[in-house]
Structure formats: structure tokens, C-alpha cells
């Protein structure tokens, strides 16, 4: 039977290379897989774009990847409170592209749901319309908006079975659960690995089919 | 007279709430209206990351940081609360599924254009969040925040200076010194602060100002009669 | 507090009217608020647009609005095995705008989420373009989807609180959850009827925010 | 010569589709390819209602209508299974998360191009249903199928007659004559039915066909060695 469980973090982001664009879940450190993060540092890959809703803060999560100086480019509706990337983003050594976050998220979704795009009515009217086609539908004028895919999606789970299938915890279901269908690799931290039968199918958020590898978080 | 205090003002903002509205509070200043529901009120709040039926701040030590809202503040949910992910979240949104958005703001234009994510200042990283996501698609936008800018300029202006959040959309402003409709006509004073004359109003509001026909008084604690 | 319960399914129909546009939840049988179905009958409407995956059978179903000839238009992705409607089609008394499964439930939800439409790669080189915008991303076609929208969204849920919190059985959940979602009134017909706080916060699919009006289908 | 058997057919699928791969049987007679699951194959199925890790059919009397598949059918749920809504079954099938889709089809051009959902003729209104999404988002769309009609025309052919549901996404054809391989050099036979010439596969296709060099013979029950 299918079995997704692998060991640890490094074995979660086994893969990943110079160049990769990468998926990071959470809403602050809600849904924030900081296994993945430490572990993508110590591959030493370099330029990554990262999507990822928040820049770090000046804590013990993706402050760290400004701090190592590993990422090229951020997507990111929310990139305030994060020191370093802040001290990045004003010496010019990193790019952002800011995007409103329900335009994020929804980015996203396209990406794992196959479409070509998608009209948003947010930003119409303002900078975040610069430099993008508009389409006028009944009269009112949208913007379209294209879909985000990735190499890696790395979210922060609360169960998942061995099978892959998975539910989140509270708020940090957030960014993780859009995710999660996005990524060609979808690896995917969580609280506790349980048996397949031990998750309620009413309340499996991510079905197995969009999930590539799962582990525990470390106790440490 | 003495302008309302941040807690008169959240007062002020929290009766004037529909009757078991679905109400979003953005992040910083706006949230503190929560502490200022009337007992019964049945107003329902939605935080942008994924929550709706907030409940108000855990007590000391008590803490869940898998359980915060947009301000990435620790909160509780109320019974008959629900969690959903971002993308069900932004379609309440922007699918004006929510009664009323109440967000801080550096400028409200007379026609209801909105400055509220940035000053474009400086060499700081912009942030935008959820607020463009709100202002759009609420069906209320209510904005609250001080009269004027901390060395006396009017944040309710001619038309914003600062980049916009988004065109046309605010309908009400509390401030506090008054609460302004935003009208076809323009803006129309509703409620004035007990003391202060609409011609020294006028003098601390760029952008032209009519009082309506009925227009209330505002006490000291945020009342308004 | 809120609370959203109405007696029956008469009540949870009122205020529907000649000409209005009606989303009817369910795959087959599954999900179809079958108290409805009556109900609308027996407020002699006409000229409804109905969006629904099926078009009813033989039975007890959808079929009773076609022999009733109360609908002008519907849009739909499978209208087979359906008797009456089939009939009035050829007869040529009611209008079929066929919609490819994904695409009508993917229409729905962008009008429950506020967006102006969506790019698909779905029904490009076929009928399903015909008359539709084409917009080329990235050197691949789709075509331009606009939204749907409605007057009254009906669905059939498995339990729901009195604040209007919504959970499926099963497959049953298909249409239902999106079409929750974009209605200008939602009525939700039930097994059950709970108290606020029996409903898991992690397993309610439709939280009350969408949701006007909940009756528990009647046992007879 | 005797053609396969739909049994044999629905077998000879079986034993192709990839161990522990994500498989949507679409409707109607692809569906049965699930009877011949090889025990531990860890084949995992999707119907588009919503439901990953489909079961089988339960047993008379235990059906529950509210547990069906794609084609209304009652199903169970096999352990470790979930329930979703439309929208995520869909972006599994358009989102490219899909290993296989196993379809019916009136016909297949050399091209690849899938016909499957109407013959366009007399008054019967067209039903479409989740069949263009399969067609469009799985990684591999395999389609099973008789060769030839009742009266014995090609359903292989140089250009589809019928309304088209994609183009050139077919990559394998059963039949229950022969498997082909969809490529970029046009049709090629890679398993021909026991006692069955090319020569005599030719005369019932109206597509050219090729014969891979390491082509293999399917035996009656299905088996292909």
C-alpha cells in the first residue's frame, strides 16, 4: 500500500536545487513547517524564489532564509516586522513582488487547479493593476491575474495518515491547504503520523493524491 | 474639547455594528472593537486567516498559537465557530459575503477612495495583506481612525496623496471628532463630538463637509444620541 | 444569537418568483434538496433558469419541474436519462446551455468568490469554445469562463446548527458546498438540526456566513 | 479469432495501470476495470463526485444513495478514503494530479484526438459531464473500447466524425483486438490479440498503423505477454 512517510526533514526537501521555486504554508508561524526550514538551509541551495505569505519576522523561521542570503526572489502579500529581509529589500539584494494575500491565494489555487487565470476585481485602480492585461466583463473592469505553481510546496500539517492524507490545526490550516495542490513536490510536516483508518473522510482537508511526502516534527 | 479617546472611538465604532452582522476588524486599532460588543449583539467576526466566531484574547499563559487572527495576535473561538483555509476565507471577502469591514486608514478621499496600506515613503518594505481583499469586497467599508494626522493635517482629504487601496469604497468614516457618511452628494456629517463647533470641524477636514438634516451628538464615552 | 432554522421547506422557498435564476445542489440524487423540489412546485413559479449538474430521471426528482414546465433555461453538464426534460428539449420548449462538469462548477464558485471569470483549458478546439473569449498565456489557449450567479442557492446538507454551520454526507457534498457559496439567498435543507457547538469547527464545510435559511427535511 | 471479452478488456486494463497510481475509471464500462484489480496493485480510485479511494460496489440491500460514483452507482469507501466537494474533485482531474484516466470513446484519431461524449445525431439532449476534464487534465488518458462499431467501422481513424471532447490527449488505446500507443510518429501496435494478423488488425482500422518492434500477444483472458 501506498506509504508517503519519510524519516525527517532533510529527507521531506531531498530534491530541492539552486534555482527551485518553493512554497512555504503559514500565517505567521501558524501553519509554518520550521522543520523544512532549517532543513532547506542545510542544503545550501542558493537564488530560490520563495511564495510565502509573511517574510519571517525576527524569529527562529524564514528570517533565517534572508539571513543566509538563499533567496532570490519573494512573493509575499505581508513582508513587515521581518528584520532581515527588510535589511535585504533595501540593499537591493533581493526582489519582491507584493501581492494582495486573497490574490495570492488564489494564484495558487489556479496553479494546482489547472486554470490559465483567473479576473480579480482587487487592485483595480491602483498600482497593483500596473503592467497587467485588463478585461472589462458586463462593464466592470478586472485584472487578470495569472497561476503560481512550484517546484516544492512545504506545508505545516497537524495529522496525516501514512497514506498522505492530512488535516491541519485550527488557523494554521491557512495558506497550507491551497498549497498543498500546487506543488510538483508536495512535502508536508505534521504533528503525528497516524494509521490509514484513523482520519475521519468528512474531515481529511488534503486528500492523499495531492501529497508526495509527509514526517513528524521533531520533538527537539 | 478633548478628541475620543481610542477606546471612546472602538465603542463608538462597536454599537453602531448591525444586529448579528458577520463584521471583519482588519488588523491593529480596528480589532479593539471587539472589546466593545453590546451584551446580545449576535455580531459574528471573521478574521482573514481563516476563522470565523472570533472570541476574544485567551488569558495569560493560555495561549494557542495555531489559534490567532490577521493580526497575528492569540485568540479564542467562540462556540459555533468554524476554521476554513485562506481560499474559502478571501471568497467571503471578495465575494461580499461580510456585512461590514471596519479598517484603519492614513487618508479617505471625499469619494470614498481609500489610502491604507502605505505611506510610499522611505526605503521599508510595503506590506498589503488582506486589507485591498476587504476594502473591494465587503459589503460596508467603515473606516476609523484619528481626524487628523499626528501634526494636525487632515486625513480626510480631497483626494488621497498616498497610493490607494481601492477607488470609491468607503461609505462610512469614525473619527474621532465625528462619524461622516460618504454620500453621492459628497461627505455629510452624521454625528459631531459635544463641544466642537462644524466650522472647527471644517477647519481640520480638507475635503468639503454638509451636516445632515438629523445629525447626533457624541459623548465623551463614544455614545452617540 | 443568529439563527437561521425556518419550519419547513415552504418557508425556506419563500420569496422566489417568476423568472429567478435557482442553483439545485446533488449529483444524481445525492445532495438534491428533494423537499425543495416540491416546495417550488407548489409556489406555481415559471420561467426559472435552473443550474443544476442533472436534469432529473424518471422519478421523484428535478423531472417534476419539467413536467410542470416551470423552467425556461437550465445549465447543466449531464442531462441524460432524464424523460421530461428530454421531451420539452425536443419539442423545443426549453433552452440547454451545456456546461462542461468542472467548468459549471468552477463558474459557480467564482460567483460565490467574487472574481470576474477564469481561464480553462478545458473545451478548447471543441463546441465548448464556440462564441467564448480565447486569451493566450504563456503560448497555450483557453478560453475566457465567466461566472454564475443566483437568485436562490438550495442545497442538501447532513446536519447544520442553528447559526447556519453546514456538514455533507458523503458524496452528497458534490454541487452543494460551492453552490453555498453563491447564492443571493441560501437555504439549506437537512437530516438534522444541532445545537451551536455539536459541529466540529474543523469539519463544518460551510460555515454559517453563507447560509440564510436551514429546515430539517421532513420524515414523511 | 475471437475478440476480447469486455472482462478480458476491463483485465487487460487492469493489469496495465501503474502500482499504487491515482486512476479515474470514468463512467460506464471503464469502471469494471476495478473488478480486476491485482490483489496489493495499491491502485487508489477517484470518482469526480467526490470521493478518492472508491471501493466496491456493496452488497444488495446495503447500498447507501448517498455513496455513489461517477456513474449514480452505489460504491463503499475503502480505508483511508475521503470526501471532498466538486471543486477539489476537479482540480485533482485539471490540475494534472491524476496518474491515469481510463475512458470510453466513440472514436480516437491517429492524433490522439478523443471523441467521446456525443455522435451528434438525432434530438436526444448531449450530456457532457466530468469527461472533457479527465480528458484535458490526466497525466495519461488511456481509452478502452471495441475496435470496431456493431456494424464493423473503425473507431480508429484518420480524423474524429463526431463533436470532439480534446485534442490529441489519448496516449493508449485498448481495444479488444490490440493495444496502441499513441506517439508523435502516429499509431503503433504494441499488443496484438492471439491469432490475430497485423494484416488482418489493418483491414478493420481505417488509421495507419505501425507494429512495435518488441510487440507482444494478448492472450483471451486478458493477459498480455
Redesign the interface.
Known amino acids: 500500500m501506498r506509504n508517503v512517510v519519510v524519516e525527517d526533514a532533510a529527507a521531506a526537501v531531498e530534491g530541492i536545487k539552486d534555482g527551485d521555486t518553493v512554497m512555504m504554508g503559514g500565517f505567521g508561524g501558524a501553519g509554518l513547517p520550521l522543520g523544512v526550514v532549517k532543513a532547506v538551509l542545510d542544503r545550501r541551495v542558493r537564488d530560490l524564489t520563495l511564495i510565502s505569505n509573511n517574510a519571517g519576522s525576527t524569529e527562529d523561521d524564514l528570517s533565517l532564509w534572508f539571513e543566509a542570503r538563499i533567496v532570490r526572489k519573494i512573493v509575499c502579500s505581508y513582508p513587515r516586522s521581518a528584520k532581515q529581509f527588510a535589511e535585504q529589500y533595501r540593499a537591493g539584494t533581493v526582489e519582491l513582488e507584493l501581492v494582495p494575500q486573497g490574490t495570492l491565494v488564489e494564484r495558487i489555487r489556479a496553479g494546482g487547479a489547472g486554470l490559465g487565470g483567473f479576473l480579480s476585481p482587487v487592485g483595480v485602480g491602483t498600482v497593483f493593476a500596473d503592467g497587467k492585461e485588463k478585461i472589462v466583463v458586463d462593464g466592470r473592469e478586472f485584472i487578470l491575474e495569472l497561476p503560481l505553481h512550484a517546484d516544492f510546496a512545504f506545508v505545516k500539517g497537524h495529522l496525516a495518515d501514512t497514506l498522505g492524507n492530512v488535516t491541519y490545526n485550527k488557523t494554521a490550516r491557512n495558506h497550507c491547504a491551497v498549497m498543498a495542490t500546487a506543488g510538483r513536490t508536495v512535502a508536508v510536516e505534521v504533528d503525528r503520523v497516524v494509521n490509514v483508518g484513523d482520519l475521519d473522510p468528512e474531515a481529511i482537508v488534503t486528500p492523499c493524491i495531492f501529497v508526495d511526502r509527509v514526517f513528524a516534527r521533531s520533538s527537539r | 474639547m478633548i478628541p475620543l479617546s481610542r477606546d471612546a472611538l472602538a465603542r463608538m465604532v462597536a454599537l453602531h455594528l448591525p444586529q ?1 452582522g ?1 463584521v471583519n476588524l482588519g488588523i491593529g486599532a480596528p480589532t479593539h472593537v471587539a472589546d466593545y460588543l453590546p451584551e ?1 449583539s ?1 455580531v ?1 467576526l ?7 466566531n472570533v472570541g476574544p484574547k485567551p488569558a495569560a499563559g493560555e495561549e ?7 493580526g ?1 495576535m492569540p485568540i479564542s ?1 467562540r ?10 476565507s ?9 456585512d461590514v469591514a471596519v479598517l484603519g486608514a492614513f487618508q479617505v478621499s471625499k469619494a470614498g477612495d481609500l489610502a491604507n496600506w502605505t505611506t510610499g515613503d522611505n ?8 486589507a ?2 476587504l476594502a ?2 465587503a459589503k460596508s467599508i467603515w473606516v476609523m481612525m484619528d481626524h487628523t494626522t499626528k501634526d494636525g493635517r487632515s486625513r480626510i482629504v480631497e483626494r488621497c496623496g498616498y ?5 470609491g469604497v468607503v461609505t462610512r468614516i469614525f473619527t474621532n471628532l465625528c462619524i461622516i457618511e460618504v454620500t453621492e452628494d459628497g461627505l455629510a456629517v452624521r454625528a459631531l463630538l459635544d463641544g466642537l463647533a462644524i466650522e472647527a470641524l471644517r477647519d481640520r477636514t480638507e475635503a468639503p463637509l454638509r451636516v445632515m438634516g438629523d445629525s447626533l451628538t457624541i459623548t465623551q464615552d463614544g455614545s452617540v444620541a
Open positions: 448579528e458577520f446580545g449576535g459574528i471573521h478574521s482573514e486567516n481563516g476563522v470565523l494557542d498559537w495555531d489559534l490567532i487572527n490577521a497575528k473561538l462556540t459555533g465557530g468554524s476554521y476554513f483555509d485562506s481560499s474559502l478571501f471568497a467571503m471577502m471578495r465575494g461580499g459575503h461580510l526605503g521599508s518594505p510595503p506590506g498589503i495583506g488582506g485591498i481583499d473591494v469586497g497610493p490607494l487601496t481601492a477607488r
